[in-house]
């Protein structure tokens, strides 16, 4: 069944079919939420149901009358906008669910996914018990007797391979806490091969934005966009990845009369909301951006006075951009050059101005060039550090902002302190062990300060020789908490990899594709299913993609035999020996730690990111007083007892102890406010001077700041030289003394006493500097961003003069992306594979889609996996509309098949897969390959069997918004 979006109206013939027989027609979500819960009789029978058999639905239960209902909030764990879940308990039993009207962030509203989210506590489609593989079956298993056999695997494997044998990859599914305790154990385990979502998503906005102007993350928040004059939406789809975001977009539109622009391969949902809509061709970015520029720089509307106070470099901007006029920006991405100068004026002069991007700019081999480019822009306009600008970057998963801050990352540990000894001593002195036990643990110190190997190149670290891996040997055991495999592109290369593993583990709520690829990989033994249970289940803290943080309370208990992440991961850690130095300052309560222990000594470790000032009870106080918080500014009365003057969620940075109050960051780099306001200027986290010139503001500072010039990073040395030192009080000094480095080059981030910070904010003055921003990032492998070619790229005709950059080693591994294009242009790849093939989401699922497949009221929504193909093209083809079709990918012999929804909203030689599919493998059905009754309702193909090589540099984030592929009818 496929939806065209025309009337929204979707049929439930297939659903039915596969539900079996019932005696009403299933409800819809609308229904779903006033009635909350299933009545009686026949629609009972829905309630949970094996394949081919109905019975009556014993797990989800109607509100009972006359029973009390106990309210209980969370997060919504779909997408990062954060919405809040309300919910209703009777007797232990979530029987209903409430608008959340309070939240100043979703205001009573949910997407069809949040509507249906109490479906992913009561769904039978969940693992119910720990499993493993038998002989090729899955058998049930004890929680002791999975651990016990999975801990002295893991040993084995180490002793025999070294600890980097064994690749930890978590989840931005994890709380906070929940990710903090995941990176903890795998420093624990001695290893950096540890990553999550990210990599895959936003890893190359990190890159970039932090290599730009300090920290990699969103500068505004979506109720901030209200206040903008002009807005682009550059490779983002907000109506259907983030449905609640678009709200805030939409009222500011009509509100400010506002200028809503969506630039897109693809004529989106969004698009549809546009005041103008530019085509592009996929990839071409930069090509666009300097376009854009090149119209700015042209007609004098750039920001003179805000590029010479707060910017670096914008004069290498000029020349690179002096290279994209309109006929060749044309040439290279098809759009033409008057519709582009009307873009970039109203961008450059009906200000404040936003740029909104997600996965359409980030997922490229020049992702982190992309993301530097668009905040070039901003620079360029002055349109970053005031209401209403900014790069406001939407995330996909409800915390993958947070698991990123917290270092689950292979690049860093907790809060972007890196991997140098600085770093490791740093977190050694919070965690209270000597730096020495934990160098113990590596391979070598060497490898303890080297970015472990990215989750898109797992496979690669598992198949190639050995000696083309730079670690003591490959990859052997995998294990895998809450990420689904059909999310990581080149998947009949995952499946190889595979089927050469010693170990793997999957925990998680669903089996995921994880568990049907291993089977069709030909797995039969050393593969371990263990249940864990949803965010609804446990407590928590989560952080939306505007850096608020908020704190989620458990609703119900895990049912059967599900554990939390906190207790898969305490028994884990207690298998390996490690849990008495892992949690001497976490509680441990019936085998899970509390996780207001793992938030306060993240506080205490957290200085570099402002996520010091958080506190379990001040994140607890803004749930309760959600109502408190402006819509627009999101900030409370200050005379409020609870939560005077904080702005909603605390958004990092929120300095300084809890005690200090500060009320949190809402919008990054806006020195027109006190720093106890909430005001920032630029990060001086780049050095104060380059080649004669200071990288330090010029005439810019903070309201109230004691110092009216630029200045660097405080130090104890800093602090002494202004003769500040004077105001530490004689604990703050004894614990600086302490840290045992030269007490001069103890720093604001550092300092595990907060007084470095305390002090600074209490002069007028920010702990981490006030620098400029770099247009020019020297360190990055395009200082300047440069438009080059996919890897796969229909315009052959331009990858002599716009090359991909050479092959190098990267992450442990090689990249030969370079060796791949030119192969590919050798081999007429684009002849035989002429159209172009892009991805993306739909509203009705998520991520890889097994909790969102799982769940009956959004499989009732999109039943089949399908392609979006122009008209033109699928009538040289022969293909009908909702005919089957095979498209068939560039490398790997790879194919897949699906229907074919024919429209124009891709253009001619474009083509168009959502990514939440799976449980299909080149035309084969895998359902018998999930354990019994844990199959998802909807299974189709995975775009991202089609999907190709082809990573960024800087991240290695793999590319499948642009390859390339052919469509056949089936």
Known sequence: MLTKRKNGQAGHAKLQSLLGRTDAAPMDRRTFLRRSGLAVGGMAAIGSFQLGSVRKAEAISPPQPGVPIELKKSICTHCAVGCTVTAEVQNGVWTGQEPSWDSPINRGSHCAKGAAVRELVHSDRKLKYPLKLVDGQWTRVSWDEAIDEIGDKMMELRDASGPDSVYWMGSAKFSNEGTYLFRKLAAFWGTNNQDHQARICHSTTVSGVANTWGYGAMTNSFNDIRNSK?????????????????????????????????????FTRTAAHATEYVRLRSGTDIAVL?????????????????????????????????????????????????????????????????LIWCMGQTQHTVGTANVRASCILCLATGNVGKPGTGANIFRG????????????????????????????????????????????????????????????????????????VEQSDNLRAMFVQGHASNSITRIPESVKGLAKLDLLVVADPHPTTWASLAVQAGRTDNTYLLPVCTQFETSGSRVASNRSIQWGEQIVAPSFEQKDDYQVIYRLARKLGYAEQMFKNIAVEDDRPVPEDALREMNRGGWSTGYCGQSPERLKAHMKNQHKFDLVTLRAPKDDPEVGGDYYGLPWPCWGKPELRHPGTPNLYNPSLHVMDGGSPFRARFGVERNGETLLAEGSYTEGSELTDGYPEFTMAVLKKLGWDADLTPEELSVIEGIGSEIDQVSWSTDLSGGIQRVVLSHGCHPYGNGKAR???????????????????????????????????????????????????????????????TSGRLVEYEGGGEETRSNRWLAELQQEMFVEINPADAAERGISDGGWVWVSGAENNSRARVRALVTERVGKGVAFLPFHFGGWFQGEDLRANYPEGTDPYVLGESANTITTYGYDPVTNMQEPKVTLCQIQAA
Do not use: C
């Open 290 to 354: 300097w376009g854009m520029l090149w119209h700015i720089f042209e007609n004098g509307w750039e920001d003179k006075e805000f590029i010479a106070q707060r910017v670096y470099g914008m004069d290498e901007i000029r020349k690179e951009v002096a290279k994209y006029p309109p006929d060749e920006v044309e040439r290279i991405s098809g759009v033409p050059g008057e519709q582009l100068k009307r873009v970039a004026e109203l961008f450059a002069t009906q200000k404040p101005a936003t």
């Open 230 to 266: 002009t807005l682009i939406i550059m490779g983002g789809n907000p109506a259907e990845a983030h449905p609640i975001s678009l709200q805030h977009l939409l009222e500011g539109k009509e509100l400010n009369h506002a200028n809503f622009i969506v630039i897109d391969p693809r």
């Open 775 to 837: 247009a020019l990032a020297w360190n990055l492998p395009d200082p300047v961003p440069t438009h080059r070619e996919p890897i796969y790229t229909p315009r052959v005709d331009l990858v002599e003069q716009y090359p991909t950059l050479p092959d190098a080693m990267q992450f442990r591994v090689p990249n030969i992306g370079h060796t791949v294009q030119q192969a590919a242009i050798e081999n007429g790849i684009a002849r035989d594979f002429p159209l172009i093939l």
């Open 397 to 468: 998963h409800d915390n993958v902002q947070g698991a990123t801050d917290i270092g689950l990352d292979v690049v860093t540990l907790p809060f972007y302190y890196g991997l140098t000894e600085g770093a490791w001593n740093h977190w050694a002195r919070v965690w209270e062990v000597e730096y020495e036990d934990l160098l113990s643990r590596f391979a070598s110190k060497e490898i303890m300060e080297t970015p472990g190997i990215p989750l898109t190149r797992w496979f690669d670290a598992t198949l190639l020789p050995k000696d083309e």
